[in-house]
């Protein structure tokens, strides 16, 4: 892998210098001069497919930026979009840019609570939404504007494109530096509120990165991001990304099926796909028969959110023909740490792979000493030699991330020998068994691999005698009945696997498992639920 050199990557993608940046002009205006370049392409399940160019676009931004400037919006406002992946999403984001202002991504799945604490801690402004979504935001019709796409008759909303249509959109855009914030995400923990981080517009340049030389993204490739613009990974990699690269992304506004993914796969003519184990698991459940019809179309396909399975791998090199890598990140970070498509590096299975050039992630133990190889520690970047990273600090929230140099993720890892890193576990999910610390990925990755399990997941449940035994909650396959022969199948075969400290000594099935919702597995809500089982026999036995 090549040294980096951060000058170059940054005036490759600001070429106006340091004090001259927005993006909106990065990630469309500067594209639009070719009039036939797409920018979006979208559909629904029964709709016909639409193509957007850069030079639409960059009209439609400006007209909405208008809109949004005579409603007082200025230079580090915050605009949220509570939107469905619709061209709507893309034109509210970049209008939003255009002002120098900070767009804010609000799942639709959020709830009305969750969307009046994010609106109220970030103080934004102005909600852009929908008629599906509209009446979630009722509650927030006090603290800001709020603009609908498609407003009913009985509604004092503005209408979207009734306003749009309305303005000229003829100024600049506004003049940033590279420290500026163009995004605010909130961030979850396994406790307390969703924390605010602003990101810099400098990130785009490792978001640009990223997209290069992990996804391997190429000018003549249909891509396709499966994340939800609601979330780091759709809003980093779906949009910002591949717009500032001058690249066309893709839309596609419905309920995840295996049935209508693999359709727009195929519809679609996608080559380069991204998403999530979460996602790749259900086409793996479908069987190889649903994947017929797009064996050997994909060129390339990207996994983030949670760590990738070996069976994955192997599944998707047998049954699609095609190579899936593993990509580790955070909110807070971007991707830094990847099995690259378009780097040349050895490619170890179950690893997350290396760093992204322009970071450096190492591992340290608990007084901050860097770890070598085979030696457990937590994940960690030194941000004296990580010249793409841009997290600083939680907005208007301490933080104790930062230990000296390093900025710690906390999550479980080990070095290997040829200096790739392989994920461990969550640094509060790590099981303790008679002295064995146990990852619950190693543990979970067998399991699926037994031909029953669609899914599961891995916790350490107390026990007098060992401290903790290893508990596994399995989703079956369709048709498949759980019994207790099942179960000791079960058990022999991750301990076959693995090692006898290892297997799951109790098992539950259940019907799902709980997930945020952009589907990353909620351990602690099992684990939390065994202590309080646990707590629960201990009080009546002393009664």
């Not at 609908?148 to 309305?166: H, I, P």
């Not at 955070?330 to 322009?358: D, K, Y």
């Not at 539950?508 to 089982?533: H, M, Y």
Request: proline content about 6%; glycine content about 10%; aromatic content about 10%.
């Amino acid at each position: 892998m090549s040294s980096f050199d951060y000058e170059a990557a940054f005036f490759a993608i600001f070429p106006e210098g340091a004090e001259q940046v927005n993006a909106c002009h990065t990630c469309c205006d500067r594209h639009s001069s070719d009039s036939g370049r797409i920018a979006l392409r979208y559909c629904g399940p029964d709709e016909a497919v639409q193509e957007i160019t850069f030079a639409t676009l960059s009209i439609q931004a400006a007209k909405f930026a208008a809109v949004l400037a005579k409603l007082g919006v200025q230079k580090g406002d915050r605009v949220a979009g509570l939107l469905p992946r619709t061209p709507e999403l893309l034109i509210t984001v970049l209008a939003t840019w255009r002002l120098g202002a900070v767009y804010q991504p609000l799942f639709t799945a959020f709830g009305p609570k969750a969307i009046e604490q994010r609106v109220s801690d970030a103080g934004t402004k102005i909600v852009v939404t929908d008629g599906a979504n509209r009446a979630k935001a009722s509650g927030i019709a006090e603290l800001c504007t709020i603009i609908t796409v498609g407003v009913g008759r009985e509604s004092d909303d503005l209408d979207f494109w009734a306003a749009l249509e309305a303005e000229r959109g003829d100024a600049a855009p506004v003049p940033c530096s590279a420290e500026d914030p163009f995004l605010i995400m909130f961030t979850s923990g396994t406790t307390g509120p969703a924390k605010p981080l602003l990101v810099p517009l400098k990130a785009i340049v490792a978001f640009v990165g990223y997209m290069r030389d992990a996804v391997g993204l190429r000018q003549d490739e249909r891509f396709w991001n499966l994340a939800d613009p609601g979330w780091a990974y759709g809003l980093y990699y779906a949009v910002t990304g591949p717009l500032a690269m001058g690249f066309t992304t893709t839309f596609y506004n419905g309920s995840f099926t295996v049935e209508d993914t693999y359709r727009t796969i195929k519809r679609l003519g996608i080559t380069n796909l991204a998403g999530s184990p979460t996602a790749f698991r259900f086409l793996i459940a479908a069987g190889p028969a649903a994947a017929k019809a797009i064996v050997g179309q994909l060129r390339a396909v990207s996994s983030a959110g949670e760590p990738l399975n070996p069976e994955i791998i192997r599944w998707f090199a047998e049954h699609l023909g095609t190579t899936i890598h593993d990509h580790y990140g955070q909110t807070e970070l971007g991707m830094v740490l990847c099995n690259h498509h378009a780097l040349t590096h050895p490619v170890r299975l179950g690893s997350a792979g290396f760093a992204i050039p322009g970071h450096r992630v190492v591992v340290v133990g608990p007084e901050g000493r860097e770890l070598g190889p085979g030696e457990p520690g937590i994940l960690a970047l030194d941000r004296t030699r990580s010249p793409l990273m841009w997290f600083s600090g939680y907005w208007q929230r301490a933080t104790s991330a930062f230990v000296g140099n390093y900025y710690l993720t906390g999550d479980t890892v080990e070095l290997n020998p040829d200096d790739s890193i392989s994920f461990v576990g969550r640094s509060d999910d790590l099981i303790n068994s008679a002295g064995y610390r146990i990852g619950p990925f190693e543990v979970e990755s067998a399991l699926i691999e037994h031909p029953a399990v669609a899914e599961s997941a891995v916790v350490g449940k107390p026990d007098p005698e060992r401290t903790e035994l290893v508990k596994a909650f399995v989703v079956l396959k369709a048709g498949i009945q759980p019994d207790a022969a099942l179960m000791k199948s079960i058990q022999g075969f991750v301990k076959e696997r693995l090692s006898a400290h290892c297997y799951p000594r109790e098992i539950e099935f259940v019907d799902s498992l709980p997930k945020t919702p952009s589907g990353k597995l909620q351990r602690f809500i099992l684990r939390n639920q065994e202590l309080a089982r646990a707590a629960a026999r201990a009080a009546a036995t002393t009664t």
